[in-house]
């Protein structure tokens, strides 16, 4: 489907098939940068400290002991100790010589001041006493206290050691934060900032203050460790799949593009505004709410806002909704002409005033016939601008034009990025602030507020980095044995899918509402759901509804175990048995190393004893790094979601901008299955839902047809939501969408970037009734036991936590696929806070003991859940969500990580797989890989026969 996969993998065993290219993300910033901000001098004299600590710990443990025991050896008496303190008060040794009076307090002086760890006082050690000790025992004391009065010399050191070593390191920072890739991108979500650093970087006596310098590294980190297709500094390019050479041979990332875009709730008010504009109007095509339903004398339909509007069909409606669909490619102004001609109807104001009333209430849709997937929205909008009539139609098609042609400036560019080039740098400011000056002129001739959009700065736009060549040569040979293990990870954790409890839930209620032969319309089927849980609670009388509501809530969504245990259906119950058969499978796997490593094959003899309502993904996407180098090929997954082209398309759509034959020029329209009883077809959600995210290329080969969206493709390849019906599969058990107008089963399509948790209600329902969704999450492992999910989602009941210490789960693998890292879940309230006047060494000293003894790292990713639920420290300065990556070396990662978490909630520290500092393994001879975190996005596709009866092709 894309010029630069040239190659379409699949298994020997004919499992699975890689239906595009691997997507390669980089991120912007070489990980170098986060590395060289490491202060070695104060680690190492951190880690001597340590060490120190822990030997004298023990050494005065023993020598405490010892002293004891030649006590006990010299005692004519029990050697118990108020038999030792009763002797100690004697004036006579053993041997009736006369002793020194007060040399066994000493001792008893000298031993209590070893247990407190603290220098014996002058009265504790004395010359009397060290010779009363034999040689070895006095020489140990003398050499412990040595020891201990190096360790506060070296303590009292140690903040000047940091002072010093973080004014070396300034000028790294300095450097690190000059990189143009994370500039730019700084530019883009915390313009203040960036002018603080700049004027730092033109002075280096400017040098921003201790908040600011924190906010700086948070972003930086970001930007070098992420690469998140949310993070404004990833750069994305595609790869290709090849049949032989080296597992993965980078080539180097020259040809990288900037591309400019325009915020979505920018082009929805732009469009709005246009379609509303007096000269304008009369221009735009007209058409009918895609949602239109006719009932028992009434019509039904969804407004703007997704609610359910009914509205009587009275003869004026009918006729102009016979007018419109009779039309060739109407347009208001002809819409009200032939109503005008109609009988009874012979003054035009009032035919305008009704269908403006039309138009509002959202029954009838005005729109300008532009595709919000257009490749150059705002240009092709004001070429339709410029084919109206009237001055002011003239003057808007000018500004459009203007604002286009800056745009294409701004974007066909080279992003200042991998290789510094402070000339393209410049440039390229220039050319967006002509960009701004464009929209600021357009939006104030049409009264827009540029600024009204939920954007992280002004801007309207938004500039995604892209490498337009192939970025790496991927050998499919060196890489199938892997995906082999990924495809039996797609069919296994099909059991943990989240949304699988409500679909059944939802199957049920449809079963006692309308019946296992019933098939109503979706949009009835969806009213129906939403009244049902818009009751107060006290009214709810059936326990299929009482679980309805509670696993469409947050908790529920969640995948909470204490909300499923208390459900009534039989399925989910059955759905939780099987969970735990499925953790018990993989921990009871043998473990090496404290590594548990399950077999795929054992796991899949398991996956066959399943009911037929689990059915894995037929398309997963999975977002996958490259292990630590060994013995081939091994992946660390991050996250798993729905594929069908979610996340190719977007890239592909992003390459077209910039243009060449690597990128676009293959992107068809997929073929479309022929409609039949025995055959499904898949149709993705149409428009862009205000999110620009969701631009992208044709993934389907039909479309969902939401209301007040726009689109180029012909009416026979878009199902308007009208045409479905929702129906009950008896062989799965769940629900299925039917098309009426093609006979055939539909499979509703989310494959836009925007996160499903923000769809519109509409679209988000679908994908509650049979959508992919995520598998993984990133961030939470699903083979965790239910109690600790409860923990890390922070939905533990009132009361004490019953597991106040930390909790460590092992890394999990399924054969050369790492599925979970080693992570360690505890408290927030157990990692040590610096306290009020603390010194900044100390408590760097303090938490990196306290994480060396909860055995972790010396770097990890740490997540945490508020009180709320919220995230603490999944800090990104780019706002994706990213976790934080703490380097115990790094003090200002520590005060990064300090000020995020909090002190109520969970925090959970997870292993950082693979080592964030190291690159891609290379092999000799082939091209060096990059020093950028780099992660592949590689999409599955089950083939019908491997994955069982499968819910696209299964039907009554």
């Known amino acids: 489907m894309h010029g630069s996969g040239g190659h379409q993998g699949k298994s020997v065993a004919g499992r699975w098939e890689l239906a595009h290219p691997p997507v390669v993300r980089i991120a912007g910033v070489p990980a170098t940068a986060m590395e060289g901000l490491r202060h070695e001098r104060t680690a ?57 009076q007060g040399a066994r307090p000493e001792l008893a002086g000298l031993r209590g001041a070893l247990q407190a760890g603290r220098i014996p006082g002058p009265e504790e050690w004395t010359r009397e006493l060290a010779a009363e000790l034999p ?106 799949w090849s049949d032989e050479g080296a597992a993965v041979a980078f080539g180097p990332p020259q040809d990288m593009r900037g591309v400019v875009e325009f915020d979505g709730v920018y082009l929805g008010g732009l469009r709005k505004a246009l379609t509303r504009h007096p000269e304008l109007a009369p221009a735009t095509r007209v058409r009918v709410n895609p949602s239109l339903t006719e009932t028992d004398g009434g019509l039904v339909f969804l407004n703007a806002a997704e609610s359910l509007v009914a509205m009587p069909l009275l003869p004026a409606v009918r006729a102009c909704l016979r007018e419109v669909r009779a039309g060739t490619e109407p347009t208001r102004a002809s819409l009200r002409d032939r109503l005008t001609r109609a009988p009874g109807c012979t003054d035009p104001d009032r035919t305008e005033e009704f269908v403006g009333k039309l138009v509002d209430a959202g029954l009838v849709e005005a729109y300008i016939p532009v595709s919000e997937h257009a490749l150059d929205p705002i240009g092709e909008l004001g070429r339709w601008v410029g084919r109206q009539h009237g001055e002011s139609a003239a003057r808007l098609a000018r500004l459009m034009g203007k604002v286009a042609d800056e745009q294409q400036c701004a974007s066909r560019r080279d992003v200042p990025g991998f290789v510094p080039e402070p000339h393209v740098e410049r440039q390229a400011d220039l050319r967006q602030a002509d960009l701004r000056q464009a929209v600021r002129e357009l939006s104030a001739e049409l009264g827009l507020d540029p600024s009204s959009g939920p954007t992280a700065t002004s801007d309207v736009f ?337 009361g004490p936590d019953p597991a106040p210490g930390v909790i460590r789960h092992p890394r999990l693998e399924c054969g050369r696929v790492v599925t979970q890292r080693a992570r360690w879940s505890m408290p927030a309230g157990r990692v040590p806070r610096r306290t009020r006047g603390e010194a900044e060494a100390d408590h760097l000293l303090r938490l990196t003991a306290w994480a060396r003894a909860e055995g972790l790292p010396s770097r990890v990713v740490a997540r945490g859940r508020g009180s709320g639920g919220a995230p603490d420290c999944e800090v990104d300065g780019n706002g994706d969500g990213s976790p934080l990556h703490l380097d115990f070396a790094d003090p200002w990662s520590v005060a990064l990580f300090e000020r995020q978490v909090g002190d109520r909630g969970r925090v959970i520290f997870e292993e950082a797989l693979p080592d964030p500092y190291a690159a891609p393994g290379t092999e000799p001879g082939t091209d060096p890989a990059p020093t950028h975190v780099t992660e592949f996005l590689v999409e599955l596709t089950g083939t019908a026969d491997a994955d069982g009866p499968s819910v696209e092709n299964a039907r009554d």
């Open 462 to 798: 938004h500039e995604t980095a892209v490498l337009t060549r192939p970025v790496a040569d991927c050998s499919l040979e060196r890489w199938r044995p892997a995906v082999d293990d990924l495809d039996v990870v797609r069919r296994f954790m099909s059991v943990f899918d989240s949304g699988l409890p409500l679909r059944l839930t939802l199957s049920r209620y449809f079963l006692e509402r309308f019946g296992p032969g019933a098939r109503p319309a979706f949009v009835e089927f969806h009213q129906v759901v939403r009244t049902e849980l818009a009751r107060p609670a006290h009214t709810v009388t059936s326990t299929v509804v009482d679980d309805l509501r509670a696993l469409s809530g947050p908790d529920g969504l969640a995948g909470s175990p204490e909300v499923l245990a208390e459900r009534h259906l039989e399925e989910i119950h059955t759905l939780c048995q099987l969970r735990e058969q499925a953790r018990q499978a993989v921990f009871g796997s043998p473990r090496y190393d404290g590594v548990v490593r399950a077999d795929p094959v054992a796991l899949t003899r398991l996956m066959d004893t399943w009911p037929e309502w689990l059915v894995p993904p037929s398309s997963l996407a999975c977002s996958v790094q490259l292990a630590e180098p060994g013995d081939g090929v091994r992946l660390v997954l991050n996250s798993a979601h729905g594929g069908h082209g979610r996340g190719p398309t977007r890239l592909a759509y992003v390459l077209s901008q910039v243009g060449g034959p690597e990128h676009t020029a293959d992107w068809r329209v997929p073929t479309a299955a022929g409609p039949g009883p025995d055959a499904a077809v898949t149709a993705e959600f149409s428009g862009l839902m205000d999110a620009h995210l969701n631009m992208r290329m044709p993934s389907a080969p039909y479309e969902l047809d939401f209301p007040f969206t726009v689109s180029d493709r012909p009416d026979h390849r878009r199902i308007p939501l009208s045409d479905l019906t929702v129906g009950h599969d008896s062989k799965t058990g769940l629900l299925h969408l039917f098309s009426e107008g093609l006979d055939t089963r539909v499979i509703p399509l989310h494959v836009g970037m925007m996160p499903e948790s923000v769809l519109p209600a509409v679209a988000r329902f679908l994908g509650w009734v049979c959508g992919p969704g995520y598998l993984v999450r990133p961030g939470t492992p699903p083979l965790l036991p239910p109690e600790e999910q409860l923990r890390e989602e922070h939905l533990w009941p009132d």
């Open 44 to 100: 190492a004299a951190v880690d001597r400290l340590i060490e120190l600590d822990a030997w004298l710990a023990s050494t005065a443990e023993r020598l405490a002991e010892a002293l004891c025991s030649e006590w006990s050896a010299r005692s004519k008496w029990s050697a118990s100790w108020a038999s030792w303190a009763s002797w100690a008060s004697s004036d006579c040794s053993e041997t009736g010589t006369p002793r020194r």
């Open 135 to 240: 040689d070895k025992l006095a020489r140990a004391v003398s050499e412990w206290i040595e020891s201990r009065i190096e360790r506060d010399r070296k303590h009292a050191e140690l903040p000047g050691v940091l002072a010093r070593e973080r004014e070396l390191a300034m000028p790294r920072l300095r450097g690190a934060l000059s990189n143009t890739a994370f500039r730019r991108a700084l530019g883009q979500s915390n313009p203040g900032l960036l002018v603080e650093l700049e004027e730092w970087r033109a002075d280096e006596r400017r040098r921003p203050g201790p908040e600011s310098l924190i906010r700086l590294v948070e972003y930086l980190a970001a930007a070098s460790v992420t690469t998140s297709p949310y993070c404004m500094s990833t750069a994305s390019g595609f790869g290709r």
